[in-house]
Each structure stands twice: as C-alpha cells, then as structure tokens.
C-alpha cells in the first residue's frame, strides 16, 4: 500500500475575487503534491473556501443577493482556479458550509468544552472586519489596523464563549522545541515562538445570532453562531473524514507523521498556534510543518491594495499568458519565504529570457534538428523516463523539494538548459552535419536525450510544457508552434 501524504492551503475567504497570493500558495502546494506523487505517495491534496463570518455576510447584502447565493458564486471562482492553474485533477475541494464539515466543526466545539477549553465570558474589544480578528492596542497604528488603514474598527462588547489559548502556552513551546522546522522558514518559527513566550490571550470565538447570523450554530445555544476562524480551521480535519470517517482521518493526519500546511505570511498566528493549540485541545496530533509564503507585493514593495489600484488578478495574467508561465514565475521568480515585487514588466522580461529563450529556444532547435536528421530518442530512454527516477537522479532538486525550495529546484533544471544550449554552440551539429553525419547524429541524440529529462524534470512544474516536449520526442517532430511565443 502506498504511503500517505497530506498537505493543504488556507482556505480563502471568499469576500473577493482569487488573488496573486493565492495563486502563489496554491501553485505551490501543488507543485509538492505532485513532487510526492512522483514519488510513489499517496497524495491528499487540499483547498477549498471559508465562507462564514460578518465580512461576507456584509458583502452580499452590499450586492443584494441572499448570502448562499452570494457564496456558491464566489465558491465556483475559485473551483474554476483548479483548471486554470493546471493543479493536480484530484485536489479535494472543501467549502466551510459544507454539511459534513459543519457537523465536524460542532463536534470539535463540543469535545473541547467537554475538556474545560470553551466557557462564556464579558468581552470588549476592537475588531478589524478587514481581517476578521480582534485588535489589540499593541497591533493597532495610530488607532488603525495597520493592514487596513481606511475601515473603521469595530467596538465590541457582548457575552461570548472564549477558547482557553493561554493553557496551551507550554504545549506550543515544546511543540516547536521538538520541531525545531515546524515552522519553515526558521525566521517565522523565531517568531511565533516569541508571540507564545509572551503569553496568549484566549480568545474569543462566538458571535451573537442577534448581531451576525452566518455562521455555524453553536452547539446547546441558539444565541450563538461560530467565530469564522474557528470553524474554518476545523477543515484541515474535517476533510479527510474527522469525526466520521476515522480510518481516513487516521491514514492522513496520523500515519502520514501530520499535514503540512501551506500559507501566507498573515497567517502565522492562526495556523502555527490558534489551531495547533485548538488541537491540543480536543487531542489530536498537530501539523507536520507549516511553511510561510511572503506577500507579493506592488512595485516599490507596496501592499497591493484595491484602493491603490496596484492588485494583479491571476484571470488577467491568464488572457495574456499560458498557465505555465505564471506556474513558472510563481515557483521560480517569487522568493519561496520573503516578500516579493510583482511587475507585469518584470514577468515579462522574466517569461522572454527563461521560457521564450531558455527552454522554448532550446526545445526548438532540438527537435528542429532531430527531425531534419531523422534522429529518434531510443526506447530504452523512452521507457525509462519516470519523473521519480529522473528527480531521485538529481540529489540537489531532491534536496531542494523536500525544503521547499522550489526556486534553487528550477535553478538547476535552468542550468541544464544553459549546459545544452552551450552544447550546440560547442558542437555546432548544424555545422557538423555536412563533414561528419555520424557525429552529428551522435550529438544531437545527445541533446535529445538532456531535452528528454529535462522535460521530465519539469513535470510538476509546468505539466503542459513538459507533455508537450515528451509527446514530440515520442513523434520524433518538430514543434509546429514554439513552446512560447516571443512577446514584444
Ligand atoms: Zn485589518
């Protein structure tokens, strides 16, 4: 039986269209689902949609459509990312309103109050509905929330039911004392582990129906509906079948040694220390690994904001350039842990150096040449050319996967590319051809094999591409198209 792997983003929340961001986490994630699938995993794969809390509820009567309504269309947007993107064909889909994961999210509420982690207090405090949290005054800037400078916080005061965060102080500290790459990259472990050394404040995680009433009910009190957080974190569990179905849950939180989590840098707090407390609560096992994407960032390195008008939608890199190549810039060009600038100019550039040249030239000639020469790749070859044993060859690409560098991954299939293209300069088999067939037909075989692995390097990567590449060596023809059009 194969071995398990499980690995998840965040769940957007769906109170606008996919963003860059997402598109970078999920990209990514993808690209390692599919790692472990080449070798030999497998794999469960997980995204989906968080869909409660006041912030939504706000925008569908802002758009005067009923809140379902107003869910299940923003829902499909990000369904319709799967194919867009080009992620795995079996990627789990889950939707915080799903029935299934709303009874989880009740009987994860029930068993931590069974354990005296949920009681009912006074609560006052500012909240941001920008980002759906409570505000501290040590959080705020000049009485604002520092990520949404333009929204009026909320006061709130009301009786609530509270999650017992500061029992966990210990737990969390030995937690990433044992792991010391719970958190990847160690900076964002640094400092999550100083945010818990500080000590922690429960909180809050109900809202009254009366105020706002799309959430999950409560369990035993109809006054009460689920703070969004906490019912949304419950997904990375309820999807592979907690409570119900234990002997999934088991294979993919238990045996597989814990889910790796896929975020952004925003996200620290909730997903390396809320939920894994929430966790400890009701006696489950914790992550494996959570790793922290940065922001993608305006020119300059400035937030990209709706109201500065510097946001980039996936959709609209999409009309003008094939899914691979926001794959490839995501991957490769996006640093893996810190905050990037995203230019259209800069993905450009990037797309007629490494993909129009680079690889696309190099994949032209190749074939151009084989084919003019009647050069075929050998079977043997042919039949040998899995992406695990092609990956296993190569320790680096290995090493750098399993770090979660994907960039240095693509640096080394990026250097085969140089070595290749300084192969034909070298060699000149165009040249060669006229004064010496045998070892032109040698050299090119030669090329037509390194284009061969590289094709299949590149799989999890860029699957269009490196299907294309392997289906014209099977041929034995040219390319009628380039792989990518130079653009101006
Ligand atoms: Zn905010």
């Not at 520092?146 to 210990?170: D, G």
Request: contains cysteine; proline residues 4%; negative net charge.
């Amino acid at each position: 039986m194969k071995k398990p792997f499980y690995i998840t983003t965040t769940l957007p929340y769906v109170n606008s269209n996919p963003h860059i961001g997402f598109a970078l986490e999920i990209i990514r994630a993808d690209m390692i689902a599919r790692y472990k699938q080449s070798q030999g995993f497998d794999v469960f794969f997980n995204t989906g949609t968080d869909e409660h809390g006041a912030k939504i509820q706000q925008k569908a009567q802002e758009a005067g459509v009923s809140t379902q309504s107003y869910v299940d269309q923003y829902a499909e947007k990000f369904k319709a990312l799967g194919g867009m993107l080009g992620l795995s064909s079996d990627i789990n889909f889950i939707r915080t309103t799903d029935t299934h994961h709303v009874a989880a999210a009740q009987e994860f509420w029930r068993q931590c109050k069974e354990r005296g982690f949920i009681y009912k207090k006074n609560y006052s405090v500012k909240y941001c509905i920008g980002c759906e949290l409570e505000k501290t005054e040590s959080e705020l800037t000049e009485g604002m929330c520092p990520l949404h400078p333009n929204m009026e916080l909320e006061r709130i005061s009301e009786e609530n039911y509270f999650f017992a965060f500061s029992k966990f102080q210990k737990q969390l500290l030995d937690l990433y004392s044992a792991n010391p790459d719970f958190v990847v990259p160690p900076s964002r472990q640094n400092e999550i582990r100083a945010f818990v050394e500080r000590g922690l404040d429960d909180f809050s995680i109900s809202r009254l129906v009366s105020k706002m009433s799309w959430g999950i009910a409560v369990p035993d009190d109809a006054e009460h509906v689920m703070y969004v957080w906490f019912d949304a974190l419950v997904n990375y569990i309820s999807a592979i079948g907690w409570p119900t179905d234990m002997k999934k849950f088991n294979r993919f939180a238990i045996d597989t040694g814990g889910m790796i989590q896929y975020c952004g840098k925003d996200n620290l707090r909730q997903q390396a220390a809320m939920w894994q407390a929430m966790l400890c609560a009701v006696g489950l096992p914790n992550s494996k690994q959570i790793v922290i994407d940065g922001f993608i960032t305006g020119a300059g390195g400035v937030k990209m904001s709706k109201s500065l008008g510097n946001t980039i939608e996936p959709t609209e890199i999409l009309k003008e350039y094939d899914k691979d190549v926001l794959r490839y810039y995501m991957a490769r060009e996006i640093h893996p842990f810190e905050d990037s600038e995203f230019t259209m100019e800069k993905f450009k550039a990037s797309y007629n150096a490494n993909l129009a040249n680079g690889l696309g030239n190099l994949v032209s000639r190749v074939l151009k040449m084989a084919e003019t020469y009647g050069v075929r790749i050998p079977e043997a070859l042919l039949g040998a050319g899995d992406t695990e044993n092609h990956i296993n060859n190569y320790p680096i690409i290995r090493e750098s996967l399993d770090t979660y560098r994907l960039d240095r991954a693509l640096d080394e299939i990026w250097k085969m590319i140089g070595e290749a293209d300084a192969f034909v300069q070298k060699n000149e088999p165009f040249k060669k051809i006229k004064i010496d067939k045998e070892g032109a037909e040698a050299d090119v075989a030669h090329l037509l094999a390194s284009v061969f692995t590289i094709a299949n390097l590149l799989e999890i990567f860029l699957p269009d591409t490196a299907e294309k590449i392997k289906t014209a060596i099977r041929e034995g023809k040219a390319l009628s198209v380039p792989l990518f059009m130079r653009k101006a």
